[in-house]
Nanobody
Framework: QVQLVESGGGLVQPGGSLRLSCAAP????????MGWYRQAPGKQRELVAI???????NYADSVKGRFTISGDNAQNTVFLQMNSLKPEDTAVYFC?????????????WGQGTQVTVSS
């Protein structure tokens, strides 16, 4: 059972910053994508940012210009730098890793980390 280790959530005031990190086991190879999703109470889980092929990043419109996703391929780690946080960014943030073993694709989720933006 592959497990992802997330860290970095917490409480921050509007306008503040947080940095999330997510580490996948070093035994995973052929990672296709690593990303962050979030789910606010009463809402569906949504994509926040995703990085593919180690360098190609895509963002939800709501976070463009404020959030930056980056990856450390050697460590199988992905980071999400969140700046200028807004109350509407409050949610549980989930890390996701998509990888492939031979002809089978796998999709793994982290346990989630709470981000609360409030004064």
């Amino acid at each position: 059972q592959v497990q992802l280790v997330e860290s970095g959530g917490g409480l921050v005031q509007p306008g503040g910053s947080l940095r999330l990190s997510c580490a996948a086991p070093g035994t995973i190879f052929n990672i296709n994508a690593m990303g962050w999703y979030r789910q606010a109470p009463g809402k569906q889980r949504e994509l926040v940012a995703i990085i593919t092929s180690g360098t190609n990043a895509n963002y939800a419109d709501s976070v463009k210009g404020r959030f930056t996703i980056s990856g450390d391929n050697a460590q199988n780690t992905v980071f999400l730098q969140m700046n200028s946080l807004k109350p509407e960014d409050t949610a549980v943030y989930f890390c996701n890793v998509k990888y492939r073993i031979r002809l089978t694709n796998y999709d793994v989720w982290g346990q989630g980390t709470q981000v609360t933006v409030s004064s």
